[in-house]
């Protein structure tokens, strides 16, 4: 019998404990009967943690997720609790200690689902990002002097190095090479940042030349900003560092249509550590607890995880039965424009899945 796939889950704050259920459920409508099961362990770790005990996960939390095969996160961030100490010691700790260091998002129309730009369809918004996840200005280098004095100084320094580049640009031309298109846009600023960027210019175009299949274009990335609004059809595979990345990926979910249905994806591609999948809607405390929440995101996340664990077809189902609720006048949150709740939108993409 093939042993249970291990599942660490961190439901989070805000709506993360609404939506990860719903996506549980989903899952494990996908996976019934294909001889596989998940096993899923949960861990009350997040802002109210903090808040009764000073952290944001057991001091031993990285040492027991070693142990999973993936991590289903829901989203980290409340009132009262600084951003920069929910990120810093939780999800970054996470992403840097397993090295998942790429972070994978989809910016993908809908079929159904309105866009605020004008005159477009689900034919012309087809986008992934590669995101470079371990280093880049997010990196944790640099410091505060002098606080609260007006002499107050406080420097932030990016670390890119050749290897973290050059591996980033390879998972993303071979992503590249997959699509039908075989077209990469690497996102830069060394017009302006002549140390990092050029940097990132010479290793991409190096791996560039392994992959003359793929065509590389070059875009400052103000510019690809511009052209995800203006020519979307034109981008397919962008590849950006770990700042870029995250702005850009949240301007691609706002062209598909909400934060709400974008799914996102810590990948170890060498699988020495789990991976780690989640929405990219954050805790949204605005709406906590009334069960409004597009579970969408968190779902199409799952599916994410479970091509990763090796069940493409569930995967695939599952995006499947996303598209048919969403494309057939299935349920909707307030979000998309209608006044399904949480639970009504996981059960009809459940339901889909038969």
Not at 190 to 202: G, K, T
Not at 325 to 334: A, L, N, Q, S
Request: contains cysteine; hydrophobic residues 45%; negative net charge.
């Amino acid at each position: 019998m093939t042993p249970p796939l291990r599942i660490a889950v961190i439901a989070g704050d805000g709506i993360g404990p609404e939506v990860i259920p719903a996506g549980i459920t989903v899952l494990e409508r996908a996976v019934a009967g294909t001889g596989a099961t998940l096993a899923f362990t949960e861990f009350p770790w997040g802002c109210e943690f903090y808040r009764r005990t000073g952290r944001m996960m057991d001091a031993d939390g990285l040492e027991i997720l070693q142990g999973f095969d993936a991590i289903y996160l829901g989203a980290i961030g409340a009132p009262g609790v600084p951003d920069h100490v929910s990120v810093w010691e939780l999800i970054l700790p996470i992403r840097q200690r397993f090295d998942q260091y790429v972070n994978l998002r989809p910016m993908r129309l809908l079929p159904g689902v309105p866009t605020p730009l004008a005159g477009r369809t689900a034919a012309d918004i087809d986008m992934v990002c590669v995101r470079e996840n371990s280093e880049g200005e997010y990196a944790g280098l640099g410091g505060r002097l002098h606080r609260g004095t007006p002499h107050e100084v406080a420097e932030q320094t990016g670390l890119f190095t050749r290897r973290g580049i050059d591996r980033i640009a390879r998972y993303a031309f071979e992503l590249a090479s997959r699509r039908p298109r075989r077209l990469l846009a690497s996102a830069t600023k060394s017009n302006a940042l002549q140390h990092s960027m050029v940097l990132w210019d010479e290793a991409v175009a190096a791996v560039a030349a392994e992959y003359p299949a793929v065509e590389c274009r070059k875009y400052h990335v103000d510019a690809l900003a511009a052209r995800m609004i203006t020519h979307p059809h034109t981008v397919d595979v962008i590849v950006a560092s770990n700042l870029f990345g995250d702005i850009l990926t949240d301007l691609g979910a706002a062209v598909s249509g909400s934060l709400g249905v974008a799914p996102g994806a810590n990948i170890n591609p060498e699988r020495t550590h789990p991976s780690m999948f989640e929405p990219i809607h954050g805790s949204a405390p605005d709406i906590a607890g009334r069960g409004i929440a597009n579970p969408i995101g968190a779902i199409w996340a799952g599916a994410l995880m479970l091509d990763h664990l090796g069940l493409p077809d569930a995967h695939d189902r599952i995006v499947r039965a996303i598209e048919r609720v969403v494309g057939e006048g299935g349920p909707r949150t307030p979000d998309l424009g209608g006044t399904a709740t949480t639970r009504e939108v996981a059960d009809a993409v459940a339901a889909a899945l038969a």
